[in-house]
């Protein structure tokens, strides 16, 4: 495993191992609903760029990740990646207000909702929304009945 | 070096701009506009792509100081609850509004004669019924006729679809015996002037990628540059000129590359939206006009009006439109004349929203804890994506001249010129107003059988609409340019954008500044003889 930076990329490979982790836990994949993880190759491709998108964007989840895993020490004496599941969770539940996760919720969410198979399951497109466009019934005209029979009620001048 | 001099310089290109070249074009006089932002294309909106709603908020995002384009400039809006929301480009606002489209009601006009409050106008709602109309063939209005609470008005293509969500919200608004009707709005349904119709893309508020929503780059534009109106791009005019006669001489300006130059012009019409007009007009000192051009009324950049916004929504077991559908549904204005009883003067328009974006949605919710994370994520998930619709209550905003528009002392955009900076607070009349929409709004969602209701106010980022800053008047000391829109100080400057509004009406403004442009446009036309008289 290299910890090697680049200028442009600040996350090490520990530090996108944690990434993937907590995407993983604030929402993982599900049979139930026939979806991903937001640690899935793909979604997970597409959160590590958007999060590398900007320099400060970049720094700041660095920032945050080590926040985490300083907790993770000061709890358990280890790093996110060394903890068990039910540990890890119960570390992002006791730092869930923490701008640290706010930030994670941010990207993650981004990321694993604009994937085709989660859209779709939602009944979404999986597809951008143009050119596509999508069909909205027309709806019960009737409705507007009981308005026309109203006499114009706008002011007169 | 100045330029060889033009006939007449519009400044910006959005919907005032585009309009009043449009109708100025048929004197073929020589007519250049100059616009600091930059042609839109179609491809670059955010709906081609699957992240659009990452890129809505980013480079597309309604508040000039988050999106920070180069052709943006800063506003100190840190003294406003409310934000501004413009775009910098040709077609302006038009890129990004949601095509809402009403007319002012004849009693808009005369607010201090029905209410004793704000201004009356200098001109009526029967002054502007044919530019409304010239206005609409241009743009392309679909809506439907009779709609009981205007004066016939033509209407041209067929409403926009009710939906899932346009249904529920009716059929609240039915149970209480409230007005509502399909929304005007300035989206094609049908093919109209070489343009394509809707097909429910559903992110009007990021720019039409289908080119069905009426922005200006696509409907006035191309009539008034095939008809030989020049218009540049990436000009940032910092400054009006004037000559020692006190008359407009033309403008100073930075292209791309920051270069300055000047342009002589007969004629100046400011097109800039009620922060850039006054912000230009202010930054435009002189030894003849130490306090600004065109100001000695003390009135360039006062009266700032915005619509403060309420927001309500409600939760329904089955699914509505959400984003797949046009922003645009249907319209109440049950509630839009005075009526005493209610604690306030004037009302507002309440507008239907079919609902969030996915993104959206999960963002609002997880940020919140009302969609946890981890493993009861998606069922949770699943109560709320499409489950949402309401309505947004646009209120109708009075005239104070404590809300304004001036010159930051420090902010510079690039070019090196002042910012713009407000200074707003909401009215008590429009708390009340915006906490009485709150309690119809949840009247109505509760008849749909909404769940879980929601409301609140201002919408924050909603300074869509800017008004009031260089307001119209008979009467020189209380207003900034008279009753077709010419300045009382400067008589070959003309105003012909949202600054002009002598009130706001409770109604989006654009369909009015495109008719109250023309309406400039053509009474100058009819003076052209006599102009500077």
Known sequence: MSDSISSSNPLTDGDQQTLRILAGLLIPADAEFGVPGADDGDIFDNLLALVLETEAGAQDVKKHLDELNARAHLRNGATLTALGEPDQIALLSDSASTEAVQTLIYYTANAYYQDGRVLESVNMKSEPPFPGGNDVDQGDWSLLDPVKERAPFWKRV | ?533
């Open chain 2, 1 to 533: 070096m100045p330029e060889d001099a033009v006939d007449v310089l519009i400044v910006g290109a959005g919907a005032s701009g585009a309009a009043f070249a449009y109708s100025m074009a048929d004197t073929r006089m020589r007519i250049v506009c100059l616009e600091q932002g930059d042609w839109m294309k179609q491809s670059d909106y955010p709906s081609n792509h699957m992240d659009w709603e990452r890129r809505a908020a980013g480079p597309f995002s309604h508040s000039p100081n988050t999106r920070g384009r180069t052709t943006d400039y800063p506003i100190n809006e840190e003294g406003s609850p409310i934000k501004v929301a413009n775009f910098n480009g040709v077609g302006g606002g038009t890129i990004l509004y949601a095509g809402h489209f009403p007319r002012f009601h004849p009693s808009d006009f005369r607010v201090k004669t029905l209410d004793g409050v704000g201004d009356d106008w200098p001109i009526d709602y029967e002054t502007l019924a044919p530019y409304y109309d010239e206005s609409d063939r241009v743009t392309g209005v679909s809506g439907l006729p009779g709609d009981p609470a205007y004066p016939a008005k033509p209407s041209l293509m067929p409403p926009l679809p009710l939906g899932r969500s346009g249904t529920k919200l009716a059929t609240g608004f039915n149970a209480n015996n409230w007005h509502w009707w399909p929304s005007d709005s300035a989206i094609a349904t049908e093919p109209y002037d070489g343009r394509d119709a809707c097909i429910n893309v559903g992110s009007c508020l990021s720019g039409c990628a289908q080119g069905a929503k009426a922005s200006t780059d696509i409907t006035f534009w191309p009539h008034a540059i095939r008809a030989g109106v020049e218009l540049r791009t990436r000009c940032r005019v910092r400054e009006i000129t004037v000559n020692d006669e006190g008359m407009a001489s033309g403008a100073i300006y930075y292209d791309a590359e920051g270069a300055e130059h000047e342009i002589k012009a007969e004629v100046v019409v400011m097109a800039c939206n009620g922060i850039g007009t006054p912000r230009i007009l202010l930054n435009s000192k002189s030894t003849l006009f130490p306090d600004g051009l065109a100001n000695s009324s003390g009135l360039v950049g006062k009266n700032l009006m915005f619509h403060p916004y309420s927001h309500i929504i409600g939760y329904f077991d089955d699914e509505v439109d959400g984003a797949r559908g046009p922003n645009d549904c249907i319209w109440s204005q049950e509630f839009y004349e005075t009526e005493d009883s209610r604690g306030f003067v004037r009302g507002f328009t309440f507008e239907g929203y079919r609902g969030p974006a996915p993104v959206t949605t999960a963002l609002t919710h997880m940020m919140t804890g009302k969609v946890p994370w981890g493993k009861g994520h998606h069922a949770a998930y699943r109560t709320v994506v499409n489950r949402a619709c309401g309505m947004v209550a646009i209120c109708e905003d009075l005239p104070e001249e404590h809300n304004t528009v001036t010159l930051d002392p420090h902010l510079k955009d690039s070019n090196g010129i002042p910012a713009p900076k407000l200074d707003y607070t909401m009215s008590e009349n429009s708390v009340k107003m915006l906490e009485f929409s709150i309690e119809r709004a949840k009247e109505v969602l509760t008849a749909a059988g909404a769940h879980d209701i929601e409301g609140g106010y201002p919408i924050v980022g909603g300074g869509w609409h800017l008004m009031g800053t260089a307001r119209m008047g008979t009467d020189p000391a209380k207003s900034v340019v008279n009753e077709w829109g010419r300045s009382h100080d400067v008589k070959n400057l003309f105003v012909v954008d949202g600054s002009l509004f002598v009130t706001s009406a409770g109604v989006n403004p654009t369909r009015t500044i495109q008719a109250l442009a023309l309406y400039v446009a053509d009474s100058m036309k009819q003076r052209l003889a006599n102009l500077f008289d």
